[in-house]
């Protein structure tokens, strides 16, 4: 079995416009290999507008463009409610599943130091 | 026999008070967050309260005031400490209609749905000949009572004191039919669903332009949507190209439901837009949220695209913000 780094991204509670700025950055200076593994972490999330809704999409499309993965970490209900509602809960669906490590999910620490605390991304070993 | 009748809305802002003959207005119906009462809402097609007003009309009742309650829940309010604003409303209106030489007053709390008739409830206390009349169910007060008036004059002190000397002698009507308490968004949804199902009286407003869908004045839908019954459009609701409107939904007056979207077994409060391409299911939508049925957990969106007010509003509307506020939400 092949393991692997897994990039786990901790949304801010109010994924806006702003948050997603810092997630496209974030993510440019992360996913840097190839076939990455995305683990989103939805469980703070009470609230998304469409520019959150965007950087999801674009964060998906830069991953499947370096034939990677992406799947759902801790969800709210608020989320989940706000990802059924605009539909994106199916295109996650499409991505192909891989099995995270159980005690890296545990320690899904942030490493967020800048001026706000938006979004967090550490690497975790996955098994593929 | 003249008849008034004092109606008491919860919520809203305390004390607020508007007389007949006009019902509630479209500006009324349009009130600011948190103030807006529930009572107020179109639910399929008409507002709770002005369809209790038709109701009390057909007994020939000749003018009523409706009451904004505030906090206050009480029906006749006896054990009121300290007069707050409601009951100030309160002891005016009686005072109004006990000089007025009204014979009965229908006293109405517009808050737990029934199918009362109200004929057959007036026909109950004139032939028990008491002070008051009460409805119930099992042993739950519903909150309608009919009052001699004349017991009422010259009355020494404030109403609701003499009326609490009065309650003694009460007598209950069982009630026997449906009753919704509205006291959850999922009670609300569940009146939509049975008003949409025939379970109860609550009708849609509206022509059934086919079996088990009924479409108000001036509604547009495109011709690619889809609709399946029992389902109701309100008055110049807009209905996008590519919807699907799926059994269980009402989509209230003025809504905008753009392309592409899909809602099924969903109540869209009035004055609602809801954006393109959406899900909407098992919710209570209205202005900027959204009341999930099955979490019991209610999502601002906060982008007007998304869900937000339509533009064919007039005004702001409180929509699902009172509600939630009314009714506590477990999150």
């Known amino acids: 079995m092949e393991t692997m780094s897994a990039i786990v991204v901790k949304l801010p509670e109010v994924f806006g416009a702003k948050a997603a700025r810092k997630l496209g950055r974030e993510l440019k200076n992360k996913v840097t290999i190839t076939a990455p593994h995305i683990v989103i972490d939805f469980s703070r999330v009470k609230k998304i507008d469409l520019k959150g809704l965007e950087a999801l999409l674009s964060c998906m499309e830069e991953v499947v463009k370096q034939d990677g993965a992406v799947q759902f970490g801790g969800m709210s209900p608020e989320a989940a409610t706000l990802l059924e509602l605009t539909r994106m809960n199916r295109l996650f669906e499409k991505f192909p599943g891989f099995a995270a490590d159980a005690p890296a999910f545990e320690l899904s620490p942030e490493l967020v130091s800048e001026e706000e605390r938006v979004e967090g991304s550490v690497q975790v070993p996955v098994t593929a | ?331």
């Open chain 2, 1 to 331: 026999m003249r008849i008034a009748a004092i109606l008491s809305l919860p919520d809203g802002n305390q004390g607020e008070e508007s007389t007949s003959p006009a019902k509630s207005t479209p500006h009324a119906r349009l009130g600011g967050l948190g103030g807006t009462s529930f009572a107020r809402f179109d639910i399929l097609g008409q507002s709770l309260l002005d369809r209790t007003l038709t109701r009390i009309e057909q007994i020939g009742a000749l003018s009523h005031t409706v009451i904004s309650q505030g906090k206050s829940t009480e029906l006749l309010p006896v054990r009121s400490g300290t007069p707050n604003s409601f009951v100030t409303a309160w002891e005016k209106s009686v005072a109004k209609y006990v000089n007025d030489g009204v014979d009965l007053l229908l006293l109405v709390r517009v808050a737990a749905y029934t199918d009362i008739d109200f004929a057959q409830f007036l026909k109950f206390h004139l032939e028990v000949n008491s002070p008051i009349t009460r409805l119930y169910a099992g042993e739950t007060p519903l909150d309608v009572a009919l009052l001699d008036a004349s017991r009422l004059r010259n009355a020494e002190g404030s109403y609701r004191h003499k009326l609490r000397a009065l309650i003694q002698q009460q007598r209950r009507l069982d009630y026997q039919g449906y009753v919704n308490p509205l006291a959850t968004p999922v009670d609300f949804y569940t009146l939509v669903e049975d008003g949409l199902r025939g379970r109860c009286g609550l009708h849609p407003v509206g022509q059934e332009t086919r079996q088990w869908f009924w479409q108000g004045r001036d509604a547009e839908i495109d011709s690619s949507a889809v609709i399946t019954g029992p389902a109701f459009i309100g008055e110049g609701a807009q209905i996008g190209a590519c919807c699907t409107i799926a059994a269980g939904s009402s989509i209230e007056r003025n809504c905008e439901v753009d392309c592409g979207t899909t809602v099924e077994e969903s109540w869209v409060m009035q004055d609602t837009y809801i954006g393109a391409a959406l899900d909407v299911r098992r919710a209570i939508v209205g202005h900027d949220s959204l009341f999930h049925l099955d979490r019991n957990i209610e999502v601002k969106v906060g982008d007007p695209d998304l869900i937000g007010t339509a533009p064919k509003s007039a005004a702001f509307f409180g929509g699902l913000g009172s509600l939630i506020w009314g009714h506590e939400a477990a999150g």
